[in-house]
């Protein structure tokens, strides 16, 4: 099926580690973008991708980074430098056309 | 700075009915507006867009409207069901140096009871 696949689905980090995030896509979007959702709040954008091999930041990218090596994956990584980084996060590609989400990877520290 | 305003508190109606959900937006003038729908614990998922240049969209039981100068979005559901009970979030494209990307406002719940 085509669509916007993320994974993990739960991911639990300790104090101090980096842990990265995976989101490939087979709809041949050049457009990749990642969100951040916190309970009872809207999407924040933290990192998008027009093309392979650019990214931009988004609202919050501080203690983020990312990677656009292929056009089907835009891995996020959430480093040590991310104080708070318990949240919902989203993947997805498209234009504007309607973005295609994938089903998030929740992220706790313990 | 750039704000997309909606309805905080959730929204409850009765099955059958209209729901109606708003969203506001300041300080500048995307060319297009869109909807999604989002369920607990998933992704949004793409409902509608309308652009600048149109005042009105409809698919199947969703209408949208766009009013440019009021600087709103109307939302309609009708003949609402329980299936249609979710989070719906409004968007819209700011323009930046590398393209557009999307800007979501915090969502309206909506509840439809039987």
Not at chain 2, 13 to 23: D, S, Y
Request: overall charge positive; aromatic content about 12%; hydrophobic content about 30%.
């Amino acid at each position: 099926d085509g669509g916007i696949t993320q994974s993990p689905k739960y991911l639990f980090r300790k104090e101090g580690q980096n842990v990265t995030l995976s989101c490939e896509q087979n709809l041949n979007h050049d457009a990749m973008y990642w969100y951040r959702q916190d309970p009872g709040q809207g999407l924040r954008l933290i990192y998008y991708s027009q093309i392979v091999n650019d990214f931009q930041k988004g609202d919050i990218a501080e203690g983020y980074s990312v990677s656009r090596e292929k056009k089907e994956s835009f891995p996020l990584t959430v480093t040590s430098a991310q104080k708070n980084p318990t949240a919902f996060y989203l993947c997805a590609g498209g234009t504007g056309g309607g973005y295609t989400f994938g089903s998030g990877t929740r992220l706790t520290v313990v | 700075s750039q704000k997309i305003e909606q309805n905080s508190e959730a929204l409850n109606i009765q099955e059958g009915k209209t729901a109606t959900l708003t969203c506001n937006y300041t300080n500048y003038s995307p060319a297009y507006l869109q909807w999604y729908r989002q369920d607990p614990g998933r992704g949004p998922v793409f409902l509608l867009l309308i652009r600048e240049n149109e005042k009105e969209k409809r698919k199947e039981r969703l209408k949208v409207t766009f009013d440019t100068t009021l600087k709103q979005s109307l939302f309609h559901i009708t003949a609402s069901q329980p299936a249609d009970s979710a989070t719906y979030l409004c968007a819209l494209a700011l323009p930046s140096n590398s393209g557009y990307a999307l800007n979501f406002g915090k969502g309206t719940s909506l509840l439809v009871t039987p």
